[in-house]
């Protein structure tokens, strides 16, 4: 599960990029992230928590790349 911290920043960022872009931008990021309008809009509005292999979806789907760095605990 990921960290509340983790998933709120997640949730913001993508939810600012998103409407910055303005009219339109949740469908074209729905149809080239290959998600579901209903469930990107309910992580935009922070009703459920995407798995990661959504949010890399929707991160490359905004133009984005992304690095994970993996620890140990």
């Known amino acids: 599960m990921m960290p ?3 998933r709120y920043k997640l949730q ?3 939810t ?3 409407k910055s872009r ?3 931008e949740i469908k074209r990021l729905a149809e080239v992230s290959d998600i579901d309008r209903g469930n990107l809009s309910e992580i935009l509005n922070g009703k459920i928590t995407p798995r990661i292999d959504t ?3 929707l ?3 905004l ?3 992304c690095d994970i ?3 140990s605990a």
Do not use: M
Request: no cysteine; glycine share 16%.
């Open 4 to 6: 509340e911290n983790i």
């Open 12 to 14: 913001t960022t993508l």
């Open 16 to 18: 600012k990029v998103v």
């Open 22 to 24: 303005g009219r339109g």
């Open 55 to 57: 949010a890399i979806k």
């Open 59 to 61: 991160i490359r789907g």
């Open 63 to 65: 133009g984005y790349e």
């Open 69 to 71: 760095k993996l620890k």
